[in-house]
């Protein structure tokens, strides 16, 4: 399913310039979301846009890929606490370097409560702070990676049938001429299911619709996508978000200089 950064760069190039498969594209699809109408993008799809690991990666890839970096999010998705994705991204996990044994030294902090919050949609967790949880990650990201931009999608999924068996196969129909998709397709671990099910099939779907394959780049390196490190955030985050969750207030914490933001922690990018 994968291809080359190179091979996707130049592929896009070809396709972008035949005007009748991007119109089969659009007219098939019936609206393609805003952020991909204009300028071909560089996307990392997630829950929500966040400053780990994998987002630092993405971010160096795009720049290789000569395009503008993009999240597309599904903030009208439930939180789910069984779900380890969703999980991180309320405990949040900072990498400090390795340990003297070669161990990894990292810490955690809980930002939401899980008992208020798990089954509800993003768009309406709070942290503990009292602080959107959506607009937290958001503020998190526009101070360490400003140039990727986020897009909530969860309209246009809708609007695409709502489950995945109904809207995979046209989220990847957006990355035959219209972007590159960053993703890590797994097929082992508890992701196995889902790729067999959904995203097996929606590829070859799009394929046979248009004749082409989606454009898709691993966002990780394929020998180490199991690792948790990507989901895991820079030591240096640890101080401000360790801060808001004793309870003090933003103002506080803005007077103290906590949202000093810097790549750090040994970020594999």
Known sequence: MYCSTEHAREELRKRR?????RREVETWLGTVPEFLRGEPRAVLARHLATPNFEFFRFAEAARKAGLRPACSEYAGDKFCAKNP?????GKMTFFHGKGRKEGDNITCHKVIN????DGKPFAQVNTLWGEDFVGFHHRLLAARLPEIATADITQWIRVMGGTPAKFWHRLLSLFVCHGILFENIHLEGHEAAFTQEIIQPAFAKVETLFGVKPLIVSSVPIE???EPYWSWYPGALESEVGYLTTGRTRENWCERGYFAGANEGGAHV
């Open 17 to 21: 310039a035949d005007l009748k498969l």
């Open 85 to 89: 994705d969703k999980l991180l991204l």
């Open 114 to 117: 899980f008992n208020k919050f």
């Open 224 to 226: 180490q996508e199991r």
